[in-house]
């Protein structure tokens, strides 16, 4: 497969009508995709002479508890309907992740259509995000709230702006360019957001939301701020739509667990089942990650512990076969020696005197970020080790849920 890069001028008509093919626009919602394509580094391979499968990359920030690793994030793979099954998708997508580290990325993330496909390309499964669908009435919340100012798409600017002066925890992630936010901004139907000013004109808390109709359901797109005033200013904000709007899906914010907040939840879940109102909460696990610079990732891991553990990984990286022969980099498989502590290393090598974990990319990069622990993994992932050393990772690599807090 040849692939190159995308040329806005003569390539946008063959990219719209793919993005239409797979039902992401419709007619007159081109610019979206020039938008999104705007802000970030777009591959194309070519079938009979046109582009038939585009994959677009941004970069930005990925945090493993206060540090930030730069992210290669894979916002969009699509192939037209003539060119499917041909191999195109995971050879492009692997070329873009091995540019992404040509650019200095570390770890790679994506949203996903369905577990198994970047699977192949050594992604593994993130942590679920809980999507609460409630009536925004019964929110308990009672705090003052200012008049908010209308947001619409030509905020773009300073929304991505406000998005990225959040307090970012484990996980968090981030996209630099602001094109990114504004073609999401635009996406579904009916977006509009609701936010405050500082005296600088700077947003500084902001909720966006898609939604139609006189009493929804809406869905919170996203919500910003920079404290949890801000966040309750924003909920007392959706609290105050409840006279009219009968459900709203909300993913719960980092640290926060919703049903504090909800007044009887178990019975308006019963009392809506079934309806187009129903109240519920769902766990999603949407996002898949992968480590692809082991030195960069294992050095900016400075974990609680009061010890170090230092062990032999024999590691798998399934993305080996999508990348062409030529390739610089392919992929992070082979022998590594780690430690594992307040500071943290990988080095190329083995030594039969240390424990030896054996896992693939996928596997490894979930006990690294904390998604589940090693002994979680040995049962359901491709990692394995002697139980004694499995132990001390469950208690050396001992993290919070990681949370993008960030779609893509
Ligand atoms: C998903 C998509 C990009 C794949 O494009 P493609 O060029 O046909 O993909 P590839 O040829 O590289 O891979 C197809 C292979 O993946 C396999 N596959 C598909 N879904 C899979 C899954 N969930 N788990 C494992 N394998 C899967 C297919 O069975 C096929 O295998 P085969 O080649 O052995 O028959 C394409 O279907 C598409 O554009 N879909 C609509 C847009 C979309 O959902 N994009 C992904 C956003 S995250």
């Known amino acids: 497969m040849k692939w190159r890069e995308f040329e806005p001028e003569s390539d946008a008509p063959a990219a719209h009508r793919v993005w239409r093919e797979v039902g992401w626009i419709r007619e007159g919602e081109e610019k979206r995709v020039d938008m999104l394509f705007s802000g970030s580094d777009v591959l194309v391979a070519d079938l009979n002479g046109q ?24 916002e969009t793979v699509t192939t037209s309907h003539i060119a499917r099954k041909r191999g195109l998708a995971g050879r492009l997508t692997a070329a ?9 990325g570390a770890v790679a993330g994506l949203g996903i259509f369905e577990q198994g496909y970047y699977n192949r390309l050594g992604f593994g499964n993130g942590s679920y995000d809980i999507q609460v669908s409630l009536d925004p009435a019964d929110l308990m919340v009672d705090a003052e709230f200012g008049v908010p100012e209308r947001l619409g798409l030509d905020d773009w600017e300073a929304i991505h702006a406000s998005r990225l002066g959040c307090p970012r925890g484990h996980g968090a992630c981030t996209l630099s360019a602001p094109e990114f ?9 009916g977006t509009f957001g609701l936010g405050y000013r500082d005296f600088d004109g700077n947003i500084t808390h902001h909720v966006w939301f898609e939604g139609r109709g006189e009493n929804g359901p809406y869905s919170v797109r996203w919500m910003a701020y920079r404290d949890h005033d801000q966040l309750i200013e924003l909920l007392s904000l959706i609290k105050a739509l409840g006279d009219q709007v009968r459900l709203v899906h909300i993913t719960e914010p980092p640290g926060i667990q919703l049903a504090d907040l909800i007044s ?6 019963l009392v809506s089942r079934g309806s187009e109102f129903e109240v519920k909460s769902r766990a999603i696990a949407w996002w898949q990650m992968r480590i692809c610079d082991m030195e960069a990732a294992l050095a900016a891991t400075h974990l609680p512990a009061e010890r170090h553990l230092r062990f032999a990984l024999q590691m798998t990286d399934p993305i080996e076969r999508y990348l062409p022969e030529d390739s610089p980099w392919r ?8 430690t594992v502590g307040p500071e943290s290393l990988a080095e190329r090598g083995t030594d039969a005197s240390l424990p030896r974990l054996t896992a693939s990319v996928n596997a490894f990069t979930r006990m690294w970020l904390g998604v589940r622990p090693a002994t979680g993994l040995s049962v359901t992932d491709e990692l394995s080790g002697d139980p004694d050393l ?19």
């Open 51 to 74: 582009p038939e499968c585009l994959v677009a990359r941004g970069r930005g920030t990925v945090r493993h508890l206060r540090t930030d690793l730069p992210f290669i994030c894979i």
């Open 96 to 104: 873009s992740i091995a540019a992404g580290v040509a650019d200095g």
């Open 181 to 189: 936010t504004a073609a999401h901004m635009a996406l579904g139907g």
């Open 264 to 269: 009887h939840p178990r019975r308006s879940e």
């Open 331 to 338: 992929g992070v498989g082979g022998d590594w020696i780690i």
């Open 390 to 408: 499995l132990r001390q990772l469950d208690e050396v690599l001992l993290l919070p849920t990681p949370m993008p807090n960030w779609g893509f």
